[in-house]
């Protein structure tokens, strides 16, 4: 297959399994990139780490932001646009691209994907309260792939589950809701979470909100077309982290992580969390990620809480049972889970399947679920089906 070809089925792939639901404006866009050799060439001309749709999609966003007279952003709710999504969009979105070919260029080659899901800490509060019911007390908490450390603040946030809500007690500044699908109990994702007792965040390019003004409209160029909430609840953030910063280091999650929980102050058991890190990294760097928590376990408790794809989680040394079937081959959702590391305790689970984004969550039904009921509500595909 040619890089070219690789392309075409990635913006396919992302329109079937990102985009469905969720934006029906990059659905299509996602579709017209693939059909468009054109279009695939402004990422073909950047080194492959940079070719994805969620880096072409911020890229136009982020220049749009400045330019909302251009018939492209009449799409774009989030730029004050109100068009319903119609045949001419694909053209609009050929023309933006080919009147701004220098600057799409430039991002392009320059910047990295940088996003900041925070309804991630719903998956964040689920595998903290797991993890304390196992080793109890107050915990560490690292985040690998933190971009701008947002999800650091998860204890600052409220959360809505429907009619339910909660927060930290102190009036929060922001409040991030999701839904909860299939018969698990959701209490879990509104109980009270455990005591942090030290938390920092590492990333090849951690964003710095305070000392970089342009770091916090990047990030907003990945919040979707039709996102309007999302984007206040992004600034929202935003300015929190800027008031109340956490520290943020550069680091590389395959060479550094086992020094980073060595460094980490206290006894406490240390939670590494990542949110879609398996996904940068090809196969021989996954496994020396899970080796950096291995090695750094045999001198203190580590626990790896993750929210990501299940088929990579499932090609890492995680042997949760529920990684085994079906859900093992999906793209479609993702699996939050824990894996606790500690001399020769090991403990591996599945706490719950997930959107992506956080969109829904569905928590297991019982301690052994396999998640074999997910696939007949509808919640993924089985491969081939």
Not at 44 to 71: C, K, M, W, Y
Not at 331 to 359: C, K, M, N, Q, T
Request: hydrophobic share 45%; proline share 7%; charged share 25%.
């Amino acid at each position: 297959m040619t890089d070219r070809d690789h392309l075409r089925t990635l913006f396919r792939f992302f329109a079937r399994t990102q985009c469905q639901g969720r934006s029906p404006l990059y659905a299509l866009l996602s579709e017209t990139v693939a059909a468009d050799d054109a279009l695939l060439g402004l990422l073909l001309a950047t080194p492959a780490s940079q070719r994805r749709p969620s880096l072409l999609f911020a890229a136009v966003n982020h220049l749009l932001r400045d330019r909302t007279g251009h018939q492209l952003a009449a799409y774009y709710p989030i730029h004050g646009g109100e068009r319903p999504v119609d045949e001419q969009a694909p053209a609009a979105f050929r023309a933006f691209c080919a009147e701004h070919p220098d600057e799409l260029a430039e991002l392009l080659a320059t910047r990295n994907t940088q996003t900041n899901e925070i309804r991630r800490c719903f998956a964040l509060r689920l595998g903290l309260r797991r993890i304390a019911a196992h080793w109890p007390g107050p915990l560490t908490l690292l985040e690998v792939g933190t971009s701008a450390g947002l999800n650091l603040h998860f204890d600052r946030y409220g959360y809505r589950l429907g009619e339910q809500s909660a927060d930290s007690g102190g009036g929060a500044p922001l409040t991030l809701s999701t839904t909860v699908r299939g018969g698990g109990p959701a209490d879990q994702l509104l109980g009270e979470t455990p005591v942090v007792a030290h938390r920092i965040g590492a990333d090849l390019e951690p964003v710095d909100l305070a000392a970089d003004p342009a770091a916090g409209p990047w990030l907003e160029a990945f919040i979707w077309p039709e996102q309007v909430r999302e984007l206040a609840t992004l600034r929202a953030a935003i300015e929190l982290a800027r008031r109340e910063p956490h520290p943020l280091v550069r680091a590389d999650a395959v060479r550094d992580t086992a020094r980073l929980i060595a460094e980490m102050p206290g006894e406490q058991p240390v939670v590494v969390f990542t949110a879609s890190l398996l996904s940068y990294l090809d196969a021989p760097a996954r496994e020396r990620f899970t080796a950096q928590l291995s090695a750094a376990a045999r001198t203190r408790k580590v626990a790896w809480l993750f929210t990501e794809a299940p088929g990579l989680v499932a090609r890492t040394d995680v042997a949760a049972a529920a990684l085994a079937g079906p859900l093992r081959d999906t793209g479609e959702v993702y699996a939050v889970g824990i894996s606790l590391r500690g001399g020769a305790e090991r403990r591996d689970e599945v706490l719950a399947l997930a959107d992506p984004y956080l969109e829904w969550i569905a928590p297991a039904q019982g301690e052994a679920d396999d998640f074999s009921w997910a696939a007949t509500e509808g919640l993924f595909r089985p491969a081939g089906k």
